[in-house]
């Protein structure tokens, strides 16, 4: 729905200016904000930013550290011997002096970790995408993009030349029936593997059945699965016996399960020569800092030489939905790490969130736009460090807590 009155305020500030005098106030260019603020906090959907503590001691359920690895000391002295070797940065774009050692060493064994051909790292998981999509299609390509996908997925989707469809949530039969009926030379189904809001995973192995029938590929972002699906945390493409499919290509974040900053692509080799060649989001953005390299590559090795991290998190999730449940709350059932507790509306999600924490427990809160179906939500994270001691404490204050 568009909104008249921001664009009616701006208009008229517009033509005030136009008529006016040379004496007008320089700050009345930015006088529609102010109303666009107004709106938004009526609509209880005001945002603000918190600084948090290195020594904060409210338990965490509201980032995404998956595997409680952020302050693992093999990935802070990672990243603290790359930063002393390399710098505090990588001094340039990728393609000129931003590449070390460690972001090949950490494409190479992501490759192996995921069973991909090949990997491309990103400064971050967002610009990982807008690349994909945008190089990977052109003005002959339809797009056919799940409607729960991410933002940045959707943000991609906008800056491609492509036509875009977008496809119900998590409907094989749907997206099979677009592409039945495409004239375009090319297409590419895309998907989150696990969805960021209720913690549900894509049917993904019906997607690559429906999108090979068409003659379609299929781009799968794995920011939720990397490290809690599939073979000691390959994640969901190789769960859903994907990985290395000639097809397939897999979209990863550094900064979940791995505990640090960064993105990245993979899939075939050609696919990876394709992106570093014409991937605007890679030729002309600085390469990821080198303490984050480190920290990733630490951490995907502790991945490597402790699997059953991977097994905890899920664990962890189905521990959490099943006793909130068991408290008479609307949990979500969860398929990898995340887990969402439905709220009365945006207003009451917030006062959840914060009477949370004045408990001791952060939790993330959902609204919309947020939230692509329009229901509030907290959003828990199940870390695979959590012991079950604090995995109670939990479900206690959120239960306690709780909206009437």
């Known amino acids: 729905m568009v909104n008249r009155s921001v664009f009616e305020t701006s208009e008229a500030s517009e033509a005030s200016q136009a008529d006016g005098s040379a004496g007008a106030d320089p700050g009345a260019v930015f006088d529609w904000l102010d109303a666009s603020a107004g709106q938004r906090a009526r609509a209880g959907l005001t945002r603000t930013l918190r600084s948090r503590a290195a020594d904060d001691a409210v338990l965490d359920l509201a980032g995404n550290d998956y595997l409680g690895l952020t302050r693992h000391p093999a990935v802070t002295r990672a990243a603290a011997e790359a930063a002393l070797r390399w710098g505090g940065g990588a001094t340039g774009s990728r393609l000129v002096t931003g590449t070390t050692a460690l972001h090949t060493e950490l494409e190479e064994e992501l490759a192996a970790l995921c069973g991909a051909e090949a990997a491309l790292v990103f400064s971050s998981g967002y610009t990982a995408n807008l690349a994909a999509l945008t190089a990977l299609t052109d003005p002959d390509t339809l797009i056919v993009s799940d409607a729960y996908n991410h933002a940045s997925l959707i943000d991609g989707c906008r800056l491609a030349r492509a036509d875009v469809h977008r496809a119900p949530h998590s409907d094989p039969g749907a997206v099979a029936e677009v592409l039945a009926g495409r004239s375009h030379r090319r297409a590419l189904v895309v998907t989150d593997s696990v969805f960021s809001v209720d913690g549900n995973a894509a049917p993904l192995a019906e997607l690559a059945d429906a999108a090979r029938r ?156 947020s939230v692509p179906d329009g229901v509030s939500r907290l959003r828990l994270t199940a870390r695979g460090d959590l012991t079950d001691a604090q995995i109670a404490d939990a479900v206690r204050i959120i239960a306690a807590t709780a909206p009437a």
């Open 214 to 369: 068409f003659g379609a590929a299929l781009l799968v972002d794995d920011a939720h699965g990397l490290g809690v699906l599939g073979p000691g945390g390959a994640g969901a493409t190789a769960a859903a016996g994907l990985a290395g499919a000639p097809d397939v290509v897999t979209t990863v974040t550094l900064s979940k399960s791995l505990g640090s900053q960064g993105g990245a692509v993979l899939g075939p080799r050609r696919v990876i020569r394709h992106l570093t060649e014409t991937a605007r989001t890679f030729i002309f953005d600085t390469g990821l800092a080198p303490a984050a390299a480190g920290a990733a590559l630490g951490a995907l090795r502790l991945l490597r030489a402790e699997p059953h991290r991977a097994e905890r998190a899920r664990e962890v999730a189905r521990s959490l939905a099943t006793r909130l449940a068991a408290a008479g709350l609307h949990a979500s059932s969860p398929d990898a790490a995340v887990v969402s507790v439905r709220a009365p509306g945006p207003e009451a999600a917030v006062a959840w969130a914060a009477d949370c924490r004045r408990a001791g427990l952060a939790v993330g809160c959902f609204r919309p736009p």
